[in-house]
């Protein structure tokens, strides 16, 4: 059984990660600053014999210092996120995703300990292909537009990481997260699931940005956790840059037709400019899917809920959520 770190441990996908480490039997000490992370996330596991949280940011180097201390693997999750949220903020989004990273990495690779970087398909900014592989170009918008700021960032930890893992051997694997979906995720910085949910469970209308032909694949977060737990522990992934979600294209409003479907085939649709959403200044990304062989070939496993079973497992949480409001 291994001593794990995760930091931003309280997010959405931290706190899956937690819940499932502790099932496997593992330790887990949790740092989160509660920013974009709830307590709540976490509340069904207090008391856990071997769980430890600790409030505070990954900003604080003497905090880092002092939690990684002991440490077998540590998942670095914690980090500003949410296309909302980095387009609000581009200097938190700065701030927290490169300087502490690098602290991470050095601190790691001095006690061996071994790493899994959480960084996201961002990275690949709007390159056109169809499908990404990890081998792909990173096609970056201008600087003057701050959503770039948060693939950029992520990509200068990838860098460091990988350097780190070249120079010093440091067993780091990096996983790119494809839109991440599932019980737990919020609305308020901006991710599309929970926000139609949400619209649909208040009788509509669902708002789609743009014209709703932009496209995603989206992974339940339960299956991606399992991901990133058999990468760590595969000695063949160390070094390695991986694609982590689903491969099964669907448009916006194509998504958005699911949940109406779901909830009340009265509910409309209702279509809005990306600059009244975002600000004049934001580009979206047209296409994002991913080439996950890679994956695949790696730990034999890729997530394969489809999206119809997805999308019920979040509206019955949803429900379930509501009614306990
Ligand atoms: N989107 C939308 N309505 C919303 C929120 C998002 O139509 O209320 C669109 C958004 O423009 C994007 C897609 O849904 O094209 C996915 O958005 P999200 O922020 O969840 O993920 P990302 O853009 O990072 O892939």
Redesign the pocket.
């Known amino acids: 059984m291994a001593r794990c770190l995760v930091t931003g441990g309280a997010g959405f996908i931290g706190s899956h990660l937690t819940e499932r480490l502790l099932e496997l039997g593992h330790e887990v000490i949790v740092l989160d600053n509660l920013s974009t992370g709830r307590r709540a996330n976490l509340s069904h596991l207090e008391g856990h014999a071997k769980l430890t949280v600790r409030t505070g940011s990954i900003t604080d180097p003497v905090l880092l210092a002092e939690t990684t201390v002991g440490i077998d693997v540590i998942y670095h999750l914690a980090a500003a996120v ?3 949220l980095v387009a609000d903020d581009p200097v938190r989004t700065i701030e927290t995703n490169i300087y502490p990273t690098e602290v991470l990495l050095r601190s790691a690779a001095q006690a061996k300990q071994r790493v899994f970087l959480a960084s ?3 990275v690949y900014g709007k390159n056109p292909k169809e499908r990404w592989t990890e081998e792909e170009d990173l096609h970056f918008g201008p600087t003057t537009r701050p959503r770039w700021a948060y693939g950029c960032s992520k990509a200068i930890d990838e860098f460091l990481a990988l350097a780190y893992h070249r120079k010093f051997d440091l067993p780091v694997v990096i996983g790119r997260f ?2 991440v ?1 599932g019980p737990r995720q919020v ?1 308020h ?5 929970p ?2 949910v949400e ?1 649909a469970l208040n009788g509509g209308p ?5 014209d ?1 032909e ?1 496209v ?1 694949c989206f992974a339940h977060v339960r299956e991606v956790v399992d991901a990133i737990i058999r990468l760590v522990d595969s000695p063949t992934a160390q070094g390695g840059v991986f694609n982590i979600g689903s491969d099964a294209p669907v448009s ?1 409003r194509g ?2 037709a699911e949940i109406i479907k779901r909830i009340d085939p009265k509910i409309s649709i209702e279509f ?1 400019p ?1 600059h009244d ?2 600000g004049e200044d934001f580009e ?3 296409r ?1 899917v991913p080439d996950i062989s890679k994956l695949e070939r790696t730990i034999h496993y890729k997530p394969s809920m489809t999206l119809g079973e997805i999308l019920d497992d979040i509206i019955r949480w949803k429900r379930a959520q509501r009614q306990s409001d």
């Open positions: 949410g296309v909302k996201t398909s961002e494809f839109n979906v609305g910085y901006g991710m599309v699931i926000r139609f619209q669902i708002v789609v940005y743009d709703g932009q995603r916006i998504l958005a809005l990306y959403a975002y979206d990304v047209r994002r």
